[in-house]
């Protein structure tokens, strides 16, 4: 008895989790517009999403973005984690202390002082300033995910390669960054996912005319949605289920999951 | 021998530029006016009768969406910790997935589903019930938040809760505690820091949105978030925009403030 109760409380979860989706994927594969009404099997707003420029501009500026942000701060983050190790305690816990600000500050607050600073100094917005946004505040996680690689053994074994006559930069390469992969990857693809998934910074610092996935989905939303935005959403749900998907089943023979 | 401090140089410049300059300027803007001279006016806004209605709106809708994600949250964090390790990873599985998903795609959603003509009343119709007509309502919104931030407070909270010996809770039982006695005496005082991330986790994004109120509110609910975004987008009044942000700063640090006080082993919360 007990154990059915657990399972139609899952079951009620799992659905209020995911009947919003299934909506949107049954919808996307209707032939009318309705919103209410399944008149027929159809892939035209398929078609339709494809043939939007500006759907498909949308996309490529998201990824674009994503990548070239990810892999910046990626490179920023993990140099900076094994850098405050070297420091002092309290120097490390100052700046930690302000690494932690964009993580725990609400996103509006964050997006308008970055616009606040652009205007300030006369950077006119435009995608650049959107990359920049998003290295800011996906440094913080690369930051969260890298530093607890840096530990002893991994200092001790850097400390020895240096006695052993091997050149800080060479033992750096060939000792401390193999160690610290997992945390750098699971750091990279935090980044990349909060940077595919941010609105309210991107909404602050774009310029006219640059529209993300995000974006594009707020203004159009405003006007009316139409079907093809359906069509979006199923992709976009059907990359991520494989991707899940993927990195757990690569992260199976490891004990450490990159994901959570 | 350790590692050059130097290696941290571009990140120190990047906090500097970031973050540091940034919230210099929210306070600057905040506190000038269109001439640059100091007042304390941006800031006092926030008594203005229509930004204080937002203000109490914001904050009560986000209570009320906090306390459905713990209730939602708890028992299931409850349930997964004591199943067994191959059905746990398929449960963070299903429960992390749609947090993956676009979170502007997922309030779409939940439009879809709400709207008049929508997925829900559609569905309502057809089987002769009456429409269901909470969309553009504070429940709606209420329903959006819940739905987008339910995730966040699930795993800190189950992240404490599978770190509970089982050896505690064995004991708890075999000296004849029952079952509601081993919730309240075991698991709710070991979980507390799990749950104080979680809370913050909800309460501050659905303190601060507008986004949600805006999609779900169809424009005609005003949180605090909708107010300062409209100063920078609509208005351009970009000093009381900075002032009220200002305001919503404070309430941020005093709710973090608030919640450690609860948390004293806060080292192996979420974030």
């Not at chain 1, 657990?6 to 995911?18: A, D, E, N, R, T």
């Not at chain 1, 309705?34 to 078609?47: A, I, N, T």
């Not at chain 2, 089982?166 to 919730?183: C, H, M, P, R």
């Not at chain 2, 303190?207 to 609509?234: D, R």
Request: proline share 3%; net charge neutral; glycine share 6%.
């Amino acid at each position: 008895m007990k154990k059915y109760l657990k399972f139609i409380y899952i079951g009620i979860v799992v659905l209020f989790l995911y009947l919003p989706i299934i909506a949107l994927v049954v919808l996307s594969f209707n032939e009318s517009k309705s919103m209410s009404v399944f008149s027929g099997f159809s892939l035209k707003w398929y078609e339709e999403m494809f043939s939007n420029r500006m759907i498909m501009q949308a996309v490529i500026n998201t990824f674009t973005i994503a990548i070239t942000a990810s892999v910046t701060a990626t490179i920023i983050g993990t140099f900076a984690a094994v850098g405050i190790d070297g420091m002092k305690t309290k120097q490390q816990n100052l700046i930690l202390g302000f690494n932690n600000i964009p993580l725990l500050n609400a996103d509006i607050v964050t997006g308008i002082a970055l616009l606040l600073t652009f205007l300030m100094f006369g950077i006119s917005l435009n995608w650049g300033t959107v990359y920049l946004a998003h290295v800011t505040f996906c440094i913080p996680y690369v930051i969260l995910s890298v530093r607890p690689r840096v530990n002893k053994s991994v200092n001790t074994l850097y400390e020895a390669a240096l006695d052993l006559g091997a050149s800080r930069f060479y033992a750096f390469v060939k000792i401390v960054l193999p160690e610290l992969r997992p945390g750098i990857l699971a750091g990279l693809l935090l980044s990349f996912t909060m940077s595919v998934d941010d609105f309210v910074i991107t909404h602050f610092t774009r310029g006219a005319g640059i529209n993300t996935i995000s974006t594009l989905i707020y203004s159009q939303v405003k006007v009316g949605i139409r079907p093809s935005l359906f069509a979006l959403s199923t992709i976009i749900f059907a990359l991520v289920l494989v991707m899940l998907l993927l990195v757990n089943f690569l992260s199976k023979g490891r004990k450490e999951s990159v994901i959570y | 021998m350790t590692y050059k401090k130097s290696l941290a140089v571009p990140f120190i410049i990047w906090i500097l530029a970031g973050t540091i300059i940034p919230i210099g300027a929210i306070a600057y803007y905040g506190l000038t006016d269109r001439n640059e001279n100091f007042t304390l006016e941006n800031v006092l806004a926030i008594g203005d009768s229509v930004h204080l209605q937002a203000l109490w709106l914001s904050v009560l809708l986000a209570l009320i969406s906090t306390v459905i994600c713990f209730l939602i949250a708890y028992p299931l964090a409850i349930i997964m910790r004591n199943s067994n390790l191959g059905k746990r990873g398929f449960m963070i599985f299903l429960f992390i997935l749609p947090m993956w998903m676009n979170f502007l795609l997922r309030t779409m959603a939940w439009q879809v589903l709400l709207e008049k003509n929508g997925v829900i009343n559609g569905v309502l119709e057809t089987i002769g019930l009456p429409a269901l007509e909470i969309i553009n309502t504070p429940a709606a919104v209420v329903l959006g938040m819940v739905y987008d931030f339910l995730p966040f407070m699930i795993l800190p909270i189950y992240n404490v809760m599978s770190k509970i010996d089982d050896s505690v809770i064995e004991a708890a039982y075999d000296l004849g505690a029952s079952t509601s006695k081993v919730i309240t005496k075991i698991y709710l005082p070991l979980s507390i820091p799990g749950i104080v991330s979680g809370i913050n986790m909800v309460f501050i994004p659905s303190l601060t949105t507008f986004v949600i109120s805006n999609m779900l509110g169809g424009g005609k609910i005003n949180l605090i978030g909708n107010i300062i975004e409209q100063e920078f987008t609509v208005s351009s009044n970009w000093n009381l925009g900075s002032g009220l942000s200002l305001v919503m700063m404070l309430f941020i640090i005093v709710s973090m403030i608030f919640l450690e006080r609860f948390d004293k082993t806060g080292e192996d919360s979420f974030i």
